[in-house]
């Protein structure tokens, strides 16, 4: 079972910019399609944004030319730079590989809390 490692988050003022890391214990990062997710509180784990093998990437309309997702397969790690941000945006993040069923407990990691707020 793949690991995963995310930092990076904290407080933040809206308007504000964080960049979020995940680290991965795979030799095999390259091959993987590799997402954020985020979950506020009493709501669902949703999709972020995702990058392919070929760095194609993906995103929520909610994020789309805020947040850039971006991967360093020699570093076996995928960021999450994220800008212009809002109180909405305040959740924990997860990154995983994609498709990943939240129910897939053993696959996530702790996740990393961004919280934005004056």
């Known amino acids: 079972q793949v690991q995963f490692v995310e930092s990076g988050g904290g407080l933040v003022q809206p308007g504000g910019s964080l960049r979020l890391s995940c680290a991965a214990s795979t030799s095999t990062f390259r091959n993987y399609v590799m997402a954020w997710y985020r979950q506020a509180p009493g709501k669902q784990r949703d999709l972020v944004a995702r990058?392919?093998?070929?760095?194609?990437?993906n995103y929520a309309d909610s994020v789309k030319g805020r947040f850039t997702i971006s991967r360093d397969n020699a570093k076996n790690t995928v960021y999450l730079q994220m800008n212009s941000l809002r109180p909405e945006d305040t959740a924990v993040y997860y990154c995983?590989?994609?498709?990943?069923?939240?129910?897939?407990?053993?696959?996530w990691g702790q996740g990393t809390q961004v919280t934005v707020s004056s």
């Open positions: 995983n590989t994609f498709p990943r069923s939240v129910f897939d407990f053993d696959s």
């Open positions: 990058i392919s093998s070929d760095e194609t990437t």
